[in-house]
């Protein structure tokens, strides 16, 4: 088992930035790829970035390129966010999952998601 915790949302006017964190404990020497999803209201959860944990080789959505950029330390996964929109505001869940690529189905273990507020 793997229990993740994400923690570092909050509410930030447009243009502005946050960090979120996602500490992992129990089995973290399974060395499982994890990703960031995240949530709109009335909307469908969707993949936002993920790393491997072993190459550190990471992917994005298209709609965060060049703004996010997730990295990895020790047990801890990051999601730098900068010049947030509006459209930005969602839960944000972290994940983990053996095979973790960009879809739901692929991650194992979810942590309980943190709110972003952005502001127009």
């Known amino acids: 088992q793997v229990q993740l915790v994400e923690s570092g949302g909050g509410l930030v006017q447009a243009g502005g930035s946050l960090r979120l964190a996602c500490a992992a404990s129990?089995?973290?020497?399974?060395?499982?790829?994890m990703g960031w999803f995240r949530q709109a209201p009335g909307k469908e959860r969707e993949f936002v970035a993920r790393?491997?944990?072993?190459?550190?080789i990471t992917s994005y959505a298209d709609s965060v390129k060049g703004r996010f950029a997730i990295s990895r330390a020790k047990n801890t996964m990051y999601l730098q966010m900068n010049s947030l929109k509006p459209e930005d505001t969602a839960v944000y869940y972290c994940?983990?999952?053996?095979?973790?690529?960009?879809?739901?189905?692929?991650?194992?273990?979810w942590g309980q998601g943190t709110q972003v507020t952005v502001s127009s």
């Open positions: 129990g089995r973290t020497q399974t060395n499982y790829p």
């Open positions: 994940a983990a999952g053996r095979s973790g690529v960009m879809t739901e189905g692929s991650y194992d273990y």
């Open positions: 790393i491997s944990w072993i190459t550190s």
